[in-house]
């Protein structure tokens, strides 16, 4: 099932995600959870996709990886001394690419689906996934991690983007 993504300006984006209990009664499956974010991932062409950003309260994400990657209960329990600054872009906000810097090597905890815990070490595009991601659970855009200056630009950027793509879909309609 491919969920419909909510807007930028939804307050579930803004909220802080709430643990997610896997003793607890939810009106669908953690497996049938993570296939329908990994499948609403992959149709929108994501590199990472949480569940708030579906409008669903749960304390998970997926990112892409070598096998696509579902996280229950995701931190952050260690750092490397290393920053990089990378662009990146997110589904919420189309067309908007923002420089962000971030560790270029994290150590995780986070739950699978039966609710194991498991301890990775992630470095790269992955490291950045899963940290964007978070920050998503945490209810922190990454816009709030963007310098003033480069915000303004990337926005006015996108707005001839979107400007562009919104042409192209009333010409794809003739």
Known sequence: ???????????ILHTPTEKFDFYKEFPIHPIELGNNLIETMNYHHGLGLSANQCG???RVFVLRSTEPLVCFNPRVVDTSEGISLM??????FPGLALPIKRPRSIKV???????ETKTEIFSGMTA?????EL????????TRRASQFHLQ???????????????????ATY
């Open 109 to 115: 905890r986070f739950q699978d689906y039966k609710g």
């Open 135 to 142: 920050d998503h659970l945490d209810g922190i855009d990454y």
């Open 87 to 92: 662009d990146e872009g997110c589904l919420s």
């Open 56 to 58: 669903l309260p749960y």
């Open 128 to 132: 950045r996934v899963f940290q964007h």
């Open 1 to 11: 099932m491919i969920y419909d993504l909510v807007s930028c300006n939804h307050p």
């Open 153 to 171: 630009r990337a926005l006015k950027k996108q707005k001839i983007f979107l400007r562009h793509q919104k042409r192209e879909e009333k010409e």
